[in-house]
């Protein structure tokens, strides 16, 4: 059996499933030096040359994306990983080792993977409090205070806001701008989950939803999603420098000839791995060979795509739009004469089936106030509107096609 064959085809502009990574053959190409050579980048006296390399390609991310500041930043495998360093580094730095009582703040739009590493990192679930959201799927700031309030008069110690530059879901941002400012009040960490929404910033739309960004302590961005890295690629920002060391630095016997000197960096003492690749290797030939601009401009035709699509099932008749297109993401409902609530949720879920069965896209659904609807992700600036229209009537053939009864 061909391996590679037996799988989706997450490059493929039909993809559009999930955050799919259209990865680039340039890096593709960075990942097999980077094997061949078997890079280790992680202490300055072992491999200087690779740890200089992804301290240059970091600095080109915050610019890119607006963090104009003097963050530390370290590569990781992805968003989850990512996710979790930050949200380390920023209990270190306001809870110490004693996490008793501790309170994280979130919504229900937040990715799953900050539930898990909070549990990882020895957080109970009962201490990450879930914000309700408003109209747009983005955290309403009149509840987070009011919890943040109710929980300080309980005795508890909130400490940090889990904020979404561009969920998964919906393609939302949260108002970063409100919530540094309230984060501020009350001295809390704010981390910002820009997993894959965080290189949004790239386009006009996006730069002006993410207004705030660069005002968190901690933000996470995937290259392997909007910037067009094969997996794995995620980083991780922390606004003030030195703390990522002071969260995971570790000076054994054994790596005593090693530590971190005044102009040295161990990235080894930005993460949880001591044994790590180069990812960054990846980033900075891509940037190299195509420049910033292509990217400004693939990350703008992505944002463009998701309207596109947005506009095409409005003009068909047959689609409810949920959530409109935001960032890259638009979701919708297929409808269809005679069908309740109930099962207008089976159609979309039989759709899903029918389009993986039949090869010609991957689209999957998803759940918004109770009901499944479709969701498109067209972060792939190789998506064409003959892919978007050829999908949309399969979506339509095969909705109409599905035997569902009310």
Not at 186 to 215: S, T
Not at 262 to 283: C, H, P, T, W, Y
Not at 296 to 301: F, G, K, Q, T
């Amino acid at each position: 059996m061909d391996v590679f064959e037996s799988m989706g085809q997450i490059a493929h502009p039909r993809f559009l499933a999930f955050v799919p990574g259209p990865s680039n053959p340039v890096a593709a190409l960075a990942d097999i030096m980077t094997s061949g050579y078997n890079t280790a980048a992680s202490l300055w006296r072992e491999t200087p040359g690779p740890a200089e390399l992804e301290l240059t390609t970091l600095e080109w991310v915050k610019e890119m994306i607006g963090l104009q500041n003097h963050a530390d930043g370290a590569f990781t495998s992805g968003g989850s990983v990512a996710n979790m360093v930050g949200l380390a580094v920023g209990r270190d730095a306001k809870l110490g080792n004693d996490m008793t009582g501790a309170v994280i703040y979130c919504t229900d739009q937040t990715h799953s993977c900050v539930a898990r590493g909070l549990r990882i990192l020895g957080f109970a679930p009962e201490q990450l409090h879930p914000i309700p959201v408003d109209d747009e799927h983005s955290m309403d700031l009149v509840a987070l205070s009011a919890a943040i309030h109710a929980d300080k008069a309980a005795g508890l110690k909130p400490f940090c806001i889990v904020a979404n530059a561009g969920t998964t879901n919906t393609g939302s941002v949260d108002d970063l701008n409100a919530i540094a400012d309230l984060a501020g009040e009350h001295d809390l960490w704010v981390h910002v989950d820009g997993a894959y929404g965080g290189a949004g910033a790239l386009a006009e739309e996006g730069k002006r939803l993410l207004a705030g960004m660069e005002r968190a302590d901690s933000v996470v961005i995937d290259p392997h999603k909007w910037l067009f890295q094969p997996y794995e690629a995620g980083i991780c920002f922390v606004r003030e420098p030195g703390l990522m060391g002071h969260a995971f630095a570790s000076n054994p016997e054994y790596l005593q000839d090693v530590a971190e000197g005044e102009d040295e960096v161990n990235f080894s003492e930005r993460g949880i791995q001591l044994s790590r690749g180069l990812r960054a290797f990846k980033l900075w030939l891509s940037l190299k060979v195509f420049g910033a601009k292509a990217f400004h401009a693939a990350v703008e035709r992505g944002v463009k795509i998701a309207r596109d699509a947005e506009a095409m099932l409005r003009a068909n008749g047959r689609f409810e739009i949920v959530t409109p297109a935001k960032l890259a993401v638009v979701t919708f409902r297929l409808t269809r004469d005679g069908l309740d609530e109930n099962a207008t949720d089976r159609l979309q879920r039989a759709v899903v089936d029918e389009l993986l069965d039949d090869g010609f896209a991957f689209v999957t659904s998803t759940e918004l106030n109770g009901r499944t609807c479709l969701r498109f992700c067209t972060i792939n600036p190789r998506i064409t509107d003959a892919d978007l229209a050829g999908t949309i009537e399969r979506i339509v053939r095969f909705g109409d096609a599905a035997e569902i009864n009310s």
